[in-house]
């Protein structure tokens, strides 16, 4: 089932892509690892486009909603926000936790 889960989401991040826009800061020249800010991420507050920031890096979570094993809630509160705090309490040092937040990174945090 998790296998299935992974696959969906995989397929779901390449042949979806984001389907709103988001403006980079200026100094982002790096297409591989764009910079967000927390203006930026804080536009995509709803299960429609939900980005969060954990520990500087920058995810966009909008797949994972519907299929989290903990349910959409958890996901949902953390769209727009940084969601360092909530993530860590709940998984800690989790590698498969981290893995699968991995997934999602679209950049890193503006300094």
Not at 38 to 55: F, G, K, M, R, V
Not at 73 to 92: P, Q, R, V, Y
Request: proline share 3%; aromatic share 10%; net charge negative.
């Amino acid at each position: 089932m998790r296998q299935k889960i992974l696959l969906f989401i995989l397929l779901s991040t390449f042949l979806g892509g984001c389907s709103t826009s988001t403006t980079l800061t200026s100094n982002s020249t790096d297409t591989q690892n764009p910079t967000y800010t927390l203006a930026d991420i804080s536009l995509h507050n709803s299960a429609e486009s939900c980005y969060t920031t954990i520990s500087g890096k920058v995810y966009d979570l909008t797949t994972w909603i519907a299929v989290h094993p903990g349910g959409d809630a958890a996901i949902l509160s953390l769209c727009g926000t940084d969601g360092s705090e909530k993530f860590n309490a709940k998984h800690g040092n989790s590698g498969s936790a981290k893995y699968e937040l991995s997934l999602f990174y679209i950049g890193e945090l503006a300094p």
